[in-house]
């Protein structure tokens, strides 16, 4: 049962370069996220995804782009690495929940990305 | 502006010795609040959802409870595989399915 996987697992990058992270999900799951992670300040959201074909932005998109052409699949793009953007990546996905609780399904995440920045 | 805040940052036990973790949120129309465990080098797995004040969840060793302005989750007699960084995370009205995290509580429980 895999959930959710993220690749690579680590990657270094020097300033200016780009690169794509990669995250599928295979519970069919219509909501997709990615947070980053930095030292002791909780995740933040960059972008989420509603179903195939939506995405829009979370509270720290600047530097980053997605897009979500299947439902399995939610790929984060750097287009011109910086040192900020070195830290912890997640990918996450959710359903929708049913009834009066129907935003309140949990997250499923991944084992993250560590990217630097140098 | 809303905010949820993690207490302490990190908590050093002895195996055996119970204690508590503080969540407390200042939020417009909650829906709900998760706990999170993550360990060194993995995402976060779920551990309970909370919707309204006076809910408790139980699991294993832990405990989660919801007032109005905070939640608590207590560990009970701790081991050694307790220790993670826990995290709460609030759902509000108005964020759609958008969770708003802590800085999370690294617990750490000695043998």
């Known amino acids: 049962n895999a959930g959710v996987t993220q690749t690579p697992k680590f990657r270094i990058l020097k300033i200016g370069q780009s690169m794509t992270l990669q995250c599928t999900q295979d519970m069919n799951h219509n909501y997709m996220y990615w947070y980053r992670q930095d030292p002791g300040m909780g995740l933040k959201l960059i972008y989420y995804?509603?179903?195939?074909?939506?995405?829009d932005k979370g509270e720290v998109p600047n530097g980053y782009n997605v897009s979500r052409s299947t439902t399995e699949d939610f790929p984060l793009r750097l287009e011109l690495a910086a040192p900020s953007q070195t830290s912890v990546y997640f990918c996450?996905?959710?359903?929708?929940?049913?009834?009066?609780?129907?935003?309140?399904?949990?997250?499923?995440f991944g084992n993250g990305t560590r990217l630097t920045v140098t | 502006e809303d905010q949820v805040t993690q207490s302490p940052e990190a908590l050093r036990l002895q195996e055996g010795e119970s204690s508590s973790l503080n969540c407390s949120y200042t939020v417009s129309g909650l829906r709900g609040l998760f706990w999170y465990r993550q360990d060194p080098g993995k995402g976060p797995e779920f551990l309970f959802t909370l919707y309204s004040a006076g809910e408790e969840k139980e699991k294993e060793r832990l405990k989660a409870t919801l007032t109005k302005k905070e939640s608590f989750l207590h560990i009970t007699a701790p081991k050694p595989e307790d220790s993670a960084t826990y995290l709460c995370a609030v759902l509000i009205k108005a964020a759609g399915n958008k969770l708003t995290f802590g800085g999370g509580t690294r617990v750490l429980v000695k043998p």
């Open positions: 996450a996905s959710s359903s929708p929940g049913q009834g009066p609780s129907s935003y309140n399904s949990p997250l499923h």
């Open positions: 995804s509603v179903g195939a074909g939506i995405t």
